[in-house]
């Protein structure tokens, strides 16, 4: 699996959209992009996955770059309770489980 | 959606004893299931790889006859940390593959302390 690079933390306001980057230079043309978050003591949840197109769900947006190298998470009206670690992880979906890889992540802090 | 249930929440035990960790899928079938552990701002760290019907798969240092892995149902995966020291003392997260999302369903976690 690619590796991926994330900004250890960000600060976003209260209602402002919060925009998570993630590199992943090496990405192979069969990997999808995930996205998971951890809040503290909490088991990570899903936020969206993506290909090659954008994305968009009840969460959150994944824009990936046209040569996939890089990725944006976007949650679009951040509240207090998006304070959490945000993971991006780059895998191959090949049908069968395997683990996800889990890197440092990112600390999002939702400032009021 | 997919839902995993992981049991208990939190556990102290005392050093030497054994403490078993349940994970279950409740809405799906999961033939293979994950156990990770964390330490205090760490990232996770996959232990070992449960398949149902068979050995668990254990990652390079960790002690298979230590933890414990038993995957005796399509829906049930539990890991016992056997003789525990306070170094085992941790947080120990279980996934599992949702066919929902095509991505993986994650425990809440159990905080272990040993004292």
């Known amino acids: 699996d690619a590796k991926t690079t994330q900004p250890t933390s960000m600060d976003c306001a209260e209602g402002r959209a919060a925009n998570l980057p993630c590199n992943h230079s090496?990405?192979?043309?069969?990997?999808?992009v995930y996205w998971y978050r951890q809040i503290h003591s909490q088991g990570p949840q899903y936020i969206i996955h993506g290909l090659k197109n954008n994305e968009t769900n009840e969460m959150a947006s994944l824009i990936i770059t046209e040569d996939r190298k890089s990725s944006t998470l976007i949650l679009p009206h951040a509240t207090l309770r998006d304070t959490a670690v945000y993971y991006c992880i780059v895998r191959a979906d090949s049908g069968s489980a395997r683990q996800l890889t889990f890197g440092s992540g990112t600390q999002l802090t939702v400032l009021p | 959606g997919a839902v995993v249930s992981q049991h208990p929440s939190w556990v102290i035990c005392k050093s030497g004893t054994s403490v078993k960790i349940e994970c279950r899928s409740l809405d799906f079938q999961a033939t293979t299931m994950f156990w990770y552990r964390q330490f205090p701002k760490q990232s996770l760290m996959l232990m070992a790889t449960s398949n149902e019907g068979s050995k668990a798969t254990y990652e390079q240092g960790v002690e298979k006859d230590k933890f414990l892995i038993n995957h005796a149902s399509l829906t049930l995966s539990t890991l016992t940390v056997t003789s525990a020291h306070p170094e085992d003392s941790s947080f120990y997260i279980c996934s599992a593959r949702d066919n929902w999302n095509y991505g993986y369903t994650f425990g809440s976690g159990t905080r272990l302390t040993v004292v």
């Open positions: 090496t990405i192979s043309g069969n990997e999808y």
